[in-house]
């Protein structure tokens, strides 16, 4: 099915907005083949990944949508065929997501499931690629608000990175990354679970309350100060207690 697909993928999207319809609930399919069936995704992840980066270049959103997150499943298999792709999908989905407007909803969708693939291209292929520069650029795109399925796995991966100290999160002595995290929690704690699973927000709860503890006294005036009203106010509490 996946080569019968890359067959004729140039095709189905040369038929307009109704074979564009046909195309993306093709994707779909195919995604939910992979997520399933993962001995068959393993067996063609070399000849599927190709119908996916031609789908993240088509100027249909549904079409960009299924394929990026195509991408984001075939890199949780965590398959040795994957790696090949690797530089070529990072370049890809930078320019996918400089090119998203995220003021129009469908192209917010794509921008989201695009940084989530980044997130599990560092989870799964960490050897494949420069992890201190990956992620700080992942970092800066955080939270995300429009496509919830991905705004939930990815502050769960944040969390599970803070959680274990992850190097490339620049957690050290530097500290460069320390006002960005937090802002990130604070902007997910504030919607309740809408943008994390109630385990998630009980975990960032958890976290935040050991990062106010670890902020040195003579530091707290400088990481208040590069925070907005509301993010001082919600975090407050956690420096507290």
């Not at 995704?41 to 190709?50: E, F, G, I, T």
């Not at 299924?66 to 790696?83: D, H, M, V, Y």
């Not at 999908?89 to 989530?116: F, G, H, M, P, T």
Request: aromatic share 4%; with cysteine; hydrophobic share 40%.
């Amino acid at each position: 099915m996946i080569g019968h697909a890359h067959m004729n993928f140039s095709a189905i999207c040369l038929q307009g907005k109704e074979g564009a319809k046909l195309r993306s609930i093709a994707l779909l399919i195919l995604n939910m083949i992979a997520q399933q069936r993962h001995e068959l995704a393993h067996k063609y992840c070399a000849s599927y990944l190709p119908i996916l980066l031609e789908g993240c270049r088509d100027n249909n959103s549904e079409i960009k949508q299924e394929a990026t997150r195509g991408i984001r499943i075939c890199a949780e298999l965590g398959t040795s065929n994957f790696k090949p792709f690797v530089n070529r999908i990072l370049s890809d989905l930078s320019v996918l997501i400089k090119e998203q407007n995220r003021s129009i909803s469908e192209d917010a969708k794509v921008y989201d499931i695009a940084v989530s693939c980044i997130g599990r291209i560092y989870e799964f292929h960490r050897d494949s690629i420069d992890g201190s520069k990956i992620v700080p650029a992942w970092l800066s795109c955080l939270p995300l608000k429009n496509d919830l399925t991905e705004a939930k796995l990815m502050h769960e991966q944040l969390c599970l990175m803070v959680g274990r100290k992850d190097k490339d999160l620049l957690l050290g002595a530097s500290n460069q990354n320390f006002i960005k995290i937090l802002v990130v929690f604070l902007e997910v704690i504030d919607t309740d679970d809408k943008l994390a699973s109630s385990q998630t927000v009980r975990q960032i709860n958890m976290l935040l309350r050991q990062l106010g503890r670890n902020i040195p006294r003579t530091a707290i005036d400088t990481v208040l100060s590069s925070l907005n009203d509301q993010q001082r106010e919600l975090l407050l509490p956690f420096l507290a207690s």
